[in-house]
Structures are given as structure tokens and as C-alpha cells.
């Protein structure tokens, strides 16, 4: 299958490998084109312009920051609109907004172009590692056209909608969820080693007994260990997403209590410790509170 694979960071470096290493026809871009070199040094072509990602491709993946990353790669002459062709597909594995998906599905519709979403849920290890989760919504057929490639890189593939933006607002849920979790495992270690019992101790009780599930165990491990630098997920990208969450709960008029403190808590962590900090240093912060 010819592949057009647009966004090459920390994630979308791991999914386009594994692409190419199931022996797709693969081209990439990326804003900076040195993370291309790797994938281009395995066999992908270097494209110029996301436009040239597209041109005569039958799939074209995007997995962008936000919003407008995913805005400037798609508009102008030179974008991924102009570049695909009628009837070809569209796959933004992007964290994006509801509002957004919607968008570029009637963009998408208006040139005879096809469109889903297929969010991810797992760290850059796991990308690298072909074991993400992923889901997805859009047309039936769309859906099916696209397994060959979801398959290649999730261990797990989940269809919640025929409406592309339902993938997109599982995907907010399920971060909503991950960050409540951090914040929850966060504050209670901090009590517990105050209180003389080691956070590793209590992570082992905690996976061992309630909470046996891979967020628990994951982030339990990296707020044990402090790992909080290299940020597998960076803390200004956590609170993008609670800002999202956050707009799809206005809209809905869906009143969420807790993730006014998530957003809050994301933002002390940034202001103290730097954008560069992973979103599990909430518990860094809940650590300092305590006086630890």
C-alpha cells in the first residue's frame, strides 16, 4: 500500500517505522526534516512539501501537536488537501479537538476525499513497539480500508462511531482519565512517604491488589522512579489536552469538577519545573507540597 506519513515526532517516528518495516510504500514529512532521516535511511522517500506526502498516496497518516499543526499541514497550495487524491484516505492519529475532526471531515468530504480518526492511547515505547492502542471512528468501509495499516501498529483496535470526531473524544476521556489517575497516585504517595512507608511500597500494594492495570503500573513506576526527564509525554501537551476535554465539556454542557484541578495542577507544574517536564510531574509538585 503507498503511505503518505505526515508528523515525525517522539510517536509518529515509531508508528512510520513500523509501517515500513510491514513493507509499505512509504513517504514522510516533518517540519524539521532531520527526523525524516532515519525512515529515509530504511527505505521511505523524503517528501518537500506535505502535499508531496499526499500526491498519488492511498493512505496519508497525520500525527500533529494540536489543532493548528494539523491546520497548517492540510491548508495552502502546498498542503495535504491540495496534494491527495479523490477517494483517497485521510487517518489523523492527532490529539485534536471534537470540533476540529468535524472540520476537517467536511473538508475532506467537500474535495471527494475520505476521512477517520484513529487516536492511540500509549507512550512513545509503545509506539516504537507496535503495542499502541487504538481507536477509531468514520465510515464503516473507511475503517476497513484502513486495519491493514491500524493492525501494523496497535496491539488492540477499538471502533466507537461512524462519526470521526467520536474517536477523537474518546481519546480526551481517556486522558481526562490517565491525568486524574496520575494526580490521585501522585498525592497519596506523597502521604505515604511522609508518613514513613516507601512509594514503591505502596505502588506494589496499590498494582497488586485494586489498581492492576497498565496506567497505574506505568506512571506508578515513573512517579516511584522520578523519571519525569526526557518527558515520554510533555506537560504542555497534557494541559492542551484538558483544554480540549474542557471545550468538548462546554459544548455538551457537561459539567467536570475535577478537570479544572487537573488543568490548575498542570499549570503549577509548568510554571514551577518547565515546559520540559513529563505530565506525571504533577506528583513531583504534589511531592513539594507535602515538604518533601
Not at 512539501?49 to 489543532?67: C, F, K, Q, S, W
Not at 497550495?77 to 490529539?95: F, Q, R, V, Y
Not at 492511547?121 to 480500508?145: C, E, M, N, S
Request: aromatic residues 4%; proline residues 4%.
Amino acid at each position: 500500500m503507498k503511505v503518505g506519513f505526515l508528523g515525525l515526532g517522539r510517536m509518529g517516528s515509531g508508528i512510520a517505522a513500523n509501517i515500513l518495516k510491514a513493507g509499505h510504500d512509504l513517504a514522510v514529512w516533518n517540519r524539521s526534516r532531520e527526523k525524516a532521516e532515519p525512515l529515509v535511511r530504511s527505505g521511505a522517500v523524503l517528501a518537500r512539501t506535505p502535499r508531496e506526502a499526499a500526491d498519488g498516496r492511498d493512505i496519508v497518516i497525520t500525527m500533529l501537536a494540536d489543532d493548528a499543526a494539523l491546520e497548517q499541514v492540510l491548508s495552502g497550495d502546498n498542503g495535504l488537501i491540495a496534494g491527495l487524491k479523490a477517494n483517497a484516505l485521510h487517518i489523523s492519529m492527532s490529539t485534536i479537538s471534537v470540533a476540529a475532526a468535524d472540520s476537517v471531515a467536511a473538508r475532506h468530504a467537500s474535495q471527494g476525499q475520505r476521512f477517520i480518526s484513529a487516536c492511540v492511547f500509549g507512550r512513545p515505547d509503545a509506539a516504537a513497539a507496535a503495542k499502541l492502542f487504538v481507536v477509531t471512528a468514520g465510515d464503516a468501509a473507511d475503517i476497513a480500508r484502513a486495519r491493514p495499516i491500524l493492525e501494523v501498529v496497535g496491539q488492540r483496535v477499538f471502533e466507537v462511531g461512524e462519526r470521526p470526531s467520536h474517536a477523537n473524544l474518546v481519546k480526551l476521556c481517556g486522558n481526562f482519565t490517565i491525568m486524574a489517575a496520575i494526580e490521585a497516585m501522585g498525592e497519596a504517595m506523597a502521604l505515604a512517604e511522609k508518613g514513613g512507608v516507601k512509594k514503591a511500597k505502596l505502588l506494589e500494594v496499590l498494582t497488586g491488589t485494586l489498581f492492576d492495570a497498565p496506567a497505574y503500573r506505568t506512571y506508578g513506576q515513573i512517579l516511584v522512579n522520578e523519571r519525569f526527564h526526557p518527558a515520554g509525554f510533555a506537560a504542555p501537551l497534557g494541559l492542551k489536552d484538558m483544554r480540549l476535554a474542557g471545550e468538548a465539556a462546554y459544548d455538551t454542557v457537561t459539567p467536570m469538577p475535577l478537570l479544572s484541578l487537573l488543568r490548575d495542577r498542570l499549570l503549577e507544574t509548568i510554571a514551577k519545573e518547565g515546559p520540559d517536564i513529563d505530565w506525571s510531574g504533577v506528583g513531583l509538585t504534589s511531592a513539594r507540597d507535602a515538604g518533601l
